[in-house]
């Protein structure tokens, strides 16, 4: 079945610092493919999606490019700041049918001042 | 303003008590999705609904019923509460495939 594999957390960063959180995927066809991010105490937010391959999402400074050949969306920034602490989720939605969304276990992130 | 409404916010319940997670959305979505989130695991579905009057499992389904009479609402029931469903719970609205979730803010029920 379709599965999400991210890189295990937490990652700690200083602010200014560039980061990436690596996710990989494992689905049939081409799904769609979602970042989400989680900040304490509150719901997933959608942060940005990709629905093709070579397509690239991007919003608040991230970035995540959609390749098929690698099965990959790593999630970048290229300058983290202490208010981007949060829990960042990889997400993909198959294309056999359906709608139902699979999460990636979700990576922390500390961004220290 | 316009979203997932969730309520109560937080909630604890004794072994064997049954209660209803609320959820509302305004957005007109037709697909609606129960989530719980617990340490370690990420998000795991409970059930969904593609639109009113249809529902399916999701991956951990036992102990909990929902039904979908309206566009708007989706409650989830949990029937006799166990202490292995304490938990945050998250309900989560979607248009049709490919544009992503808005999820509300969550129900953290602790069930003692």
């Known amino acids: 079945g379709d599965s999400v594999t991210q890189m295990e957390g937490p990652v700690t960063l200083s602010e200014e610092a560039f980061l990436t959180i690596n996710c990989t995927y494992t689905?049939?066809?081409?799904?769609?493919l979602f970042w989400y991010v989680q900040y304490p105490g509150e719901g997933l937010q959608l942060l940005l999606k990709?629905?093709?391959?070579?397509d690239k999402g991007s919003n608040k400074g991230f970035e995540a490019t959609y390749r098929k050949e690698t099965t990959s969306f790593h999630l970048e920034k290229g300058s983290v700041q202490v208010s981007d602490s949060a829990v960042y989720f990889c997400?993909?939605?198959?294309?056999?049918?359906?709608?139902?969304?699979?999460f990636g276990a979700g990576t922390r992130l500390f961004v220290k001042a | 303003n316009a979203g997932v409404t969730q309520t109560p916010k937080f909630q604890v319940l004794k072994t064997g008590q049954s209660m209803t997670l609320q959820c509302a959305q305004d957005?007109?979505?037709?697909?609606m999705s129960w989530y719980r989130q617990d340490p370690g695991m990420g998000l795991r579905l409970i059930h969904y609904?593609?639109?009113?009057?249809?529902?399916d499992q999701g991956e951990v389904p036992n102990g909990y019923n929902v039904s979908r009479s309206t566009t708007e609402d989706f409650p989830l029931r949990l029937l006799s509460a166990a202490p292995s469903q304490t938990s945050v719970y998250f309900c989560?609205?979607?248009?049709?495939?490919?544009?992503?979730?808005?999820f509300g803010s969550g129900t953290r029920l602790t069930v003692v």
């Open positions: 689905a049939t066809g081409y799904p769609s």
């Open positions: 609904s593609v639109g009113a009057g249809i529902t």
């Open positions: 957005m007109n979505h037709e697909y």
């Open positions: 997400a993909l939605i198959g294309n056999t049918g359906g709608f139902k969304t699979i």
């Open positions: 990709a629905t093709k391959a070579d």
């Open positions: 989560a609205s979607s248009p049709p495939t490919g544009y992503g979730y808005t």
